[in-house]
């Protein structure tokens, strides 16, 4: 709303405002009245208590009064909103406080420019560089104000109030805390504002001279208007044009101000942020880390697993029973080498190949070893995946033959001879019967289901015969189970359907399956559900320690609140609103999480690198660091910083500014 030269732009009727001290009420103001016309300046007077400066923080829209009507500019103080308010703290009213109120740990320059930030004003730090050269501290932009006198301090107030160019400029006590010469510069300054540029001044003063260079006079007494007085003073009065802001930066203003404030307030207290972030660190690190080596777990045990063989069912017999009760799966002798034989030549079935699976002594010289004996056809090395690394591999004859010959694995090898090269064509005892060493095995490691190395394959009739196994009816020989190799997994359930039905009718089935049929992907799918299972747990206790450094960003942002609350209050009475106030707080609460959470993804990482270079037996877990993993710890992170420092936020958004500058 446009005001001309002599229309009233502050009015105040019957105005009152009252403390409650505990059951003790207070009457600051008791129905003060008065105008102040456009481009007058005005002093207010009166002894200590009288009610001045309430009066001027209730004229600067700091406080609401009690009771009465304050207009400004034609308009209800009392029925505007928060952000209304503050856009007038910011564009229409400059203030300066009898105490400075700068804030402490930012320079003279950015000290003016942080009611350009809130109005989204464009060249910022232009305009509050050219503020301060007005007042004379061109020389001192850089300055903080404890490197500054009381004069320059109150300069750079000085600048800060008029860096917005507003319509009223209220000054509570501009020369109280000066010396003369300090203070006779800043009423210049003033009255230069007033008389050149047409700016309402309003003064609150104890000092006779520096009211005498007002046009008007108001003297206050307990709370109450006791007489005014004209001083005779006069200059000319200019229109104060209107401003139009670009209010599509303030925005990007407000979050690059947040931003520099976070830096601030976590450089200001390295120790303190080092242990707040500690939490977010160990939580987000611990996260990572068991996550990788979750995946890095599911990546070998799936690698083992498909090291067993390519595309396999595994055919075992059943349970048996005993005395009633029914023992666990594998335990009867149901399946035989013409089970296996009756599969070959089957639609989906590539390859078929019967073991028998024991154990025996293997002695060579002064070395013995309890290994895993496998009896196997010529088929098993294909179809389980096995390379040579010496000598042959066992053939059909031998099979017929019942010979009895071994092929060793790396690991058994090297147990009984200290070197595996030296093995093929030596002989061995197996539980006290020699056996002709024909060759050795490549190296295959180590899988969940036992050492792939250390054990010996003979020829499957040579295990029937010589290692005690039982015959079944019909004088057939019993395997331990059968590998069936089928052309791609995507014929499994075909395949499982044939084997089932071949082996149901040699055995007469018509009730219960004294058999079972297992895919390899089956056995793959179960680990993976369990690693899954695991690592998710692991992740969730991991995932506590970042609920609990959210706990400690929440306390540490809360202490922050109440050191910072006087800084509040200013921001709100330059022209921060509340969503300003939040917007901050909130970033430096998220800049503190996400810090902790880069930091603890480095951290993840390394730990998972190091779990990589442990040995678990025979075999290394390579961690797998995801970039999933890594996004969901750093948004967790910001997460746990934005949701614990929202209340503390929302606290200090909505903190009163008179009574956050009063804050002691």
Not at 340 to 363: I, R, S, W
């Amino acid at each position: 709303m446009a005001v001309n030269p002599g229309d009233p732009v502050i009015e105040v009727k019957d105005v009152t405002r009252t403390y409650k001290m505990g059951e003790v009420e207070v009457n600051a103001l008791r129905g003060v009245s008065f105008e102040v016309k456009q481009g007058e300046m005005v002093a207010i007077m009166g002894p200590s208590g009288s009610g001045k400066s309430t009066l001027m923080n209730i004229i600067g829209c700091l406080d609401q009064p009690t009771s009465g009507t304050y207009m400004l500019d034609g308009v209800e103080v009392s029925a505007l909103k928060d952000s209304q308010l503050a856009e007038i703290r910011n564009k229409k009213i400059g203030f300066v406080f009898q105490t400075f109120n700068l804030l402490p740990r930012t320079s003279a320059l950015d000290n003016v420019e942080t009611p350009l930030i809130y109005s989204g004003a464009k060249e910022r730090r232009k305009r509050a560089r050219a503020a301060l050269e007005t007042v004379g501290l061109g020389e001192r932009l850089n300055h903080r104000p404890n490197e500054l006198s009381g004069g320059q301090q109150q300069r750079v107030a000085i600048a800060r109030a008029l860096v917005n160019h507003p319509a009223i400029i209220l000054a509570d006590e501009p020369t109280g805390n000066l010396d003369s010469v300090a203070g006779e510069e800043i009423m210049k300054t003033v009255e230069q504002l007033n008389c050149e540029e047409g700016m309402t001044v309003v003064i609150v003063t104890h000092d006779p001279d520096v009211a005498a260079r007002a046009q008007r006079i108001i003297r206050i007494r307990d709370g109450k208007v006791e007489r005014e007085e004209g001083t005779g003073r006069a200059c000319q009065q200019v229109a104060m044009p209107e401003r139009k802001e670009d209010a599509r930066a303030v925005f990007w203003a407000n979050f690059v101000q947040s931003m520099r404030m976070a830096l601030r307030s976590l450089s200001a207290n390295k120790t303190r942020s080092a242990l707040t972030m500690l939490g977010i660190v160990i939580g987000v690190g611990a996260v990572i880390a068991m996550l990788s080596i979750g995946r890095g777990a599911q990546a070998a045990i799936s690698s083992q697993i498909e090291s067993i063989g390519t595309n396999l069912l595994f055919v075992r017999p059943g349970a048996v029973q005993q005395g009633g009760v029914r023992q666990e799966a594998g335990t009867a002798q149901s399946l035989t080498y013409e089970d296996a034989q009756a599969l070959v030549g089957l639609p989906d079935v590539t390859a078929v190949a019967p073991e028998v699976d024991t154990f025996g002594q293997f002695v060579y010289q002064s070395q013995n070893s309890r290994t895993r004996v496998l009896g196997v056809t010529p088929e098993y090395l294909d179809v389980r995946n096995y390379t040579m690394a010496q000598g042959e591999w066992l053939t059909q004859a031998e099979v017929d033959a019942h010979s009895t010959v071994v092929v060793l694995g790396d690991t058994t090898a090297t147990t009984l001879f200290g070197d595996s090269t030296l093995a093929v064509g030596q002989s061995v005892r197996i539980n006290g019967i020699p056996f002709r060493v024909v060759g050795v095995l490549a190296s295959k490691g180590t899988t969940g289901f036992g050492s792939q190395d250390d054990l010996g394959l003979v020829p499957l009739t040579t295990a029937q015969s010589r290692f005690g196994r039982n015959r079944v009816q019909g004088g057939q020989s019993s395997v331990s189970s059968i590998n069936v190799q089928i052309p791609s997994q995507s014929v499994s359930d075909q395949a499982v359907a044939e084997i089932s039905d071949v082996i149901r009718q040699r055995h007469h089935i018509t009730f219960q399956d004294d058999f079972s049929v297992a895919s390899q992907q089956d056995i793959l799918n179960t680990a993976n559900q369990v690693t899954g299972v695991l690592t998710l747990f692991l992740g969730g206790v991991a995932a506590i320690s970042l609920l609990v450094g959210g706990i400690g960003i929440m306390n540490i942002m809360l202490v922050s609140v109440t050191e910072r609350t006087r800084e509040i209050g200013l921001r709100k009475a330059v022209g921060a609103r509340k969503r300003d106030i939040l917007s901050q707080f909130l970033t430096e609460a998220a800049f503190l999480s996400l810090l902790g959470g880069i930091i603890g993804i480095l951290l993840g990482w390394g730990i998972s690198r190091l779990m990589g270079r442990v040995q678990f037996g025979n075999s290394t877990i390579t961690p797998v660091v995801g970039l999933d993993a890594v996004l969901l710890a750093t948004l967790f992170s910001a997460a746990v910083g934005i949701f614990f420092g929202w209340y503390p936020a929302w606290r200090a958004a909505g903190l009163n500014p008179i009574d956050a500058l009063r804050y002691e």
